[in-house]
């Protein structure tokens, strides 16, 4: 075989070389051509080194883990059994006579001795092993805490919407607001197709979504659909602002969780989100307790929006109507990464 | 500069490259005029006079004194040198990843997986570190070590051949390596090395294990992949105990020194082989690099096909073999005792000063 460039042959001979030898990295290189030139030559042993792979796949250490604490309580066990059955070969006949003597001799002293450190042995492995028990209780119980960061993002509202009443007192405040930032807006869902046609005659470039009345009849401004699952569909930043009434009153923990992330992420840098809502008080008073107890919706508090908004990367600020039944929340976008 | 030192180790044994290595720098730094002491947790039997029980600690602070932490793995001592006043410095000899055991000796990795734990909870509490290399040195300063100074092994290593060996032509080359019987040293990388080489090469191709056995699983696995692979007759172990006489004789009637260590904390065989000019190839990474630097061929990552490719050129090219040979004797000077003495005092007196 020789190499390309130099008169060298040592196919299973000895080299000579008319070339002064290459540089190490030259030599690297050319073994690993070597290599390659041989993988595919006729002849070569495919079959051995699928099987040198596989049994080199077979040793290759595992991503680091800790060891299962149920080998290490194994070794424990393997390890406690005790064997006094000593060897007694030996170079002369006469010293394996001794030893075999010496054995017979002792062995009951030995069995008492290795019986008891066996049962040590078999004895702390058990106690290992409640051990590991009650450490993987604890590991599974950890775990569950974990996801403790509140509750996992909803994908659709949890009930349904309320009427919207007070909607009214603040259209016009709110209206001032979203234009502030041109673009779409989007509006849900109390009484969709008059408020999205009234915010529209202001100059707003408005669209909404109703969860309410018969699918087929809604106008071409507004669709029919759930809040969450909408938004899931809008595209990042491209919504200069949303104004939300009614299903305000449908939300849980998981709901205003994945309401707010999904607007941190729709809605544009200096987008505004308004919020009218009842307040939570007036709704208690006006309504039987126990309708209120068995109420689907219910209102948040301000403050509630407020936090979730906040800890989603807007600036948020709320303002009480004059009589306190209502209040209305305006969030700013801020240039933030993401969700706090 | 002279004052106290406390030498600290988990276990000080006799035929231990660690072990050696305290031994040296004990006997340097009596000879720089520091007032010194060996402690450890085990002493093997009949090292007692040189080395105390690291118990002796226990009796309170040490005046005037600053210790010398020796970390391999881990160990009850390192918590308790956290928690002294005496100024501490860790020498590092390089952790085997805990992974590398977990299949073979469990109880191993733990106490692999808890000298990692315990390097990062002593950075914050040590004055001063030293690295046998600069890998070594990396991994202390990823760890929160700051001031690592690479201070080298400092071992005997006894005479060295004067001049490069001559190529002789051999129909069975013999492909040697020197280390305990462990996983992270791959002997079963030089077995399927081995097995790929008879078959593209000629079957007159050994290879020579040479070294105590760390895993016994490991090492019964290794006999069996042996002859599964049909080289159980060209594998030698030699894994009860080599006498010095014996050692070199191996080191001598070798072909090259072969090594695919996935993890070395340095590789005092490397070294060896290095000073009886044998050529050395082997896998690059860890502190093999280091070690071997310029004395010798270096392959990243490679395949069987590769590594008995490279042994082959090696074993019947006389250029190389003699190239590499020279290689080696040129990088062996490194590690004369009197090299690494002086370097490892100045580091030493370096991390002192700045106490």
Known sequence: MSQPGGAVFYDRGVATTEEPVSGL?????????????????PGFPHDLEARINAELARQS???????????????????????????????????????????RGMAWYFRYVADQVSALGFTTARTLRAFTVRLSELEDRLSALEVADGPAPATSLAGPSSAGEHLGDWLEEVTEQLRATPGRILYADADAEAVVRLLRAAGLDAYGLARAGDPYRVSPDVRYGDLLAHLDTVEEAALAGALLAGCTDAMDGATLRGLTDHLARCVQTDGIVAIVSEAPWWWHLRLDPAAADLAETKPLSAETWLAFLHNAGFEATACYATDGRSYAVAARREASPGPR | MTGRVLQVVPTFAAHDAIGDHIRQVDRL?????????????????????RCRPARELLDGPARDAVVLYHHSTGSTVADHLGARPEPLIVDYHNITPAEMWDAWEPMVAVELSWGRRQLHQLAPRTAAALADSRFNADELEACGFAGVQVAPIVRDFGASD?????????????????????????????????????????????????????????????????????????????????????????????????????????????????????????????AVTDTVSSGGLLLSDPDPVVVASAWHRVATDAAIWEALSSAALARAPAFDLEVTSRAFLDAFERAVRGL
């Open chain 1, 25 to 41: 990295d030259q030599l690297i290189g050319e073994v690993e051509a070597d290599a390659a030139r041989r993988r595919s030559a």
């Open chain 1, 61 to 103: 250490p595992a991503p680091s883990g800790r060891v299962p604490l149920e080998r290490l309580v194994t070794s424990v066990e393997e390890a406690s059994f005790i064997n006094i059955d000593a060897p007694t070969l030996a170079s002369r006949r006469e010293y394996a006579m001794v030893k075999g003597t010496l054995k």
């Open chain 2, 29 to 49: 730094l009596r000879r720089a005029g520091y007032d010194t002491g060996i402690y450890a947790t085990v002493v093997e039997p009949g090292l007692e006079e």
């Open chain 2, 162 to 286: 004067r001049a490069p060996r001559p190529y002789r032509a051999r129909g069975d080359p013999e492909f040697l390596f020197v280390g305990r019987i462990s996983p992270n040293k791959c002997q079963h990388e030089l077995i399927t090395a081995l097995a790929m080489y008879r078959a593209l090469f000629g079957a007159g191709a050994r290879l020579r294990l040479v070294g105590r056995v760390s895993s016994p699983s490991y090492r019964a696995d290794l006999s069996r992949l042996a002859d599964e692979l049909g080289v159980g007759g060209a594998v030698i172990f030699d894994d009860h105990g080599v006498p010095e006489p014996e050692l070199i004789g191996a080191y001598q009637r070798a072909t090259a020194f072969v090594c695919l260590s996935r993890h070395e904390g340095f590789c005092v065989p490397l070294v060896e082989a290095m000073r009886h000019a044998l050529p050395v190839v082997a896998r690059a990474g860890s």
